[in-house]
């Protein structure tokens, strides 16, 4: 090994016995022989060295020791929004759950998924107000990067944040909360990794329900162009589903949160049209629904009908790409007749396209920030030199509704339109600077997408 490689590895395990006194051999650096890919296998990870603390105390002698550091969630994540050229931290061992019932809120640990905490608070009597497609995900890792699920008057999972505690880049602990904080707070939770590493975050709860929810297949497209918003509000949470053809919604999922002592909900056998499914549906025609949750009408609880897809499956195709788009609600139907436009482009490389609605928030990096969305989601066969070539062209086509895209997923927009999309870029730049002056936890998507001009 000649200097250079030595400075590079300089957070690895030659720091020697001092950083033994925190982490162990084993933990403070795996050097796989084997790529680290995301979770669909479109991404392989660069960072030379992974590491996995075990407590607080490891994950901030790691900061203080590595001159560059990037946060790990579970994979879930596209791009390179989570990735390092030299050294990644993964807090999947921060697992820890801690219910307050007085004040109706829980703080976890960066390593806990929503599917590890949804039966928690559950049996305690609680729930969250919103969930993802699928429960898979990291909490903190989602509520950094704005995930949102759905429902016209659900704001995104970021939106139950009430407080986060997070490493600095000189080591320090740090805790904002919307209740002290003001918009120091609201810039601070759609962090997308560059704040410091995350440590815990605590979570607004409500009271547990339960849903039932129906598919309905075949809806005209054009029944969105007066009853947009109504058949976005006929549930809790409502997705449509569609390949773009024949100006068609291949099938309709509403899911319904079910009154106090309710055993059923009211699901009429025709929707707009579209007509009630009388088997198990997975989003994508030709996949097994083996893997979707519960359908026609059965009630469950809210963490297994939130999703569409069951903790113990592989969710969605899985091997496959996925990109997002979050337009103003008002003019959604414009927008995705926009999109039709493309279809005998989109529909060869395409699984499958989802439409929600989100509502607005006040969270700055959100793509909901102050206006009602509508996200156009495409899960793409894994086919990225021909995704590569459409996305521009949806671009285009969205631009004049103002489009933001996912952070964690694929898109081509630049860094200077990205800057026009979000009104508190400037301000949300220089809060990071108070946190992280030197850039340490900024890596290439980063410097490229919030940094670049």
Known sequence: MDKRQFLKGSCSILTGSMLSRFVSAEQAAQQSTTPRTNWAGNYTFHAEHLYEPKTVAEVQHLVTTCPKLRALGRGHSFNGIADSTTNQISLKQLDAIDIDEKAHTVTVGAGVTYGKLAPVIDARGFAVHNL?????????????????????????????????????????????????DGDKFLGAVVALGDIGIVIKTTLDLVPTFQVAQVVYENLSISQLEKHLDEIFLSGYSVSLFTDWQNHNISEVWVKRRLGPGATSAN????????????????????????????????????????????????????????????????????????????????????????????????????????????????????????????????EEKLAPFDARPHWAKLFTIPSSRLNQLYAKMP??????????????????FIDTNIYGT
């Open 132 to 180: 993802a497609s699928l429960p898979h995900v990291s909490v903190i890792g989602a509520c950094a990067t704005a995930t949102h699920g759905s429902g016209s008057k659900n704001g995104n999972l970021s939106t139950a944040v009430s407080a986060i505690e997070f490493v600095t880049a000189d080591g320090s602990l740090h805790t904002l909360s919307r209740a002290k």
């Open 267 to 394: 699901f009429a056998p025709e929707f707009f049209g579209a007509k009630a499914a009388t088997r198990k549906l997975h989003p994508i025609v030709d996949h097994n629904a083996e893997a979707c949750t519960d359908q026609l009408g059965v009630p469950g609880p809210w963490y297994e009908r939130l999703p569409h897809f069951k903790l113990n499956f592989t969710p969605s195709s899985g091997a496959e790409l996925q990109t997002e788009y979050f337009v103003p609600r008002d003019r959604a139907y414009e927008a995705i007749l926009a999109v039709e436009q493309l279809r005998d482009r989109i529909t060869p490389h395409l699984f499958i396209t989802e439409l929600r609605t989100i509502a607005a928030d006040n969270l700055w990096l959100s793509m909901a920030y102050q206006r009602p969305s509508m996200a156009i989601h495409f899960t793409w066969k894994p086919e990225w030199p021909e995704v590569q070539t459409i996305l521009p062209l949806i």
């Open 427 to 444: 301000d949300y730049q220089a809060l990071i600077k108070q946190y992280d002056p030197q850039g340490k936890f900024r890596n290439q």
